[in-house]
């Protein structure tokens, strides 16, 4: 937390792995109180166990304008494969699906509390 709080000025994601399910945090410090709201994303496990898909994270920037970015989950189809053999791909931009902005961690932590209420 040290780290990141002394380069917050700096960052705008962080990227986390090892997890079996794709992601989205804005998580808090109680141990670093000025760390400035950063967006985890956790990408999602390149293994299929458990039969979740496995997948993995698309992350681009605009060369002009770092600003501009595009981030996208993609998963493999498990059971399409298991089913009927057939490769599939599914590619997911999680800012169409959700009510949130990646790189406004307040929109992520206000839809989990929707999530959580409802």
Do not use: C
């Not at 990141?4 to 000025?9: N, P």
């Not at 166990?49 to 304008?65: R, V, W």
């Amino acid at each position: 937390m040290d780290i990141l709080a002394r380069y917050q000025d700096r960052l705008t994601f962080m990227l986390g792995g090892h997890v079996h399910t794709a992601e989205i945090r804005a998580p808090l410090s109680s141990f670093a109180v000025d760390l400035k709201n950063i967006s985890l994303m956790m990408t999602p496990s390149i293994a299929p166990i458990f039969n979740n898909n496995p997948g993995y994270t698309i992350l681009s920037f605009d060369n002009e304008d770092i600003s501009k970015y595009e981030f996208k989950w993609r998963f493999f189809q498990l059971q399409e494969y298991y089913l009927l053999r057939f490769h599939s791909w599914q590619t997911y931009n999680p800012e169409h699906i959700y009510p949130v902005k990646l790189d406004n961690p307040e929109s992520i932590r206000s839809y989990s509390r929707e999530m959580l209420n409802d």
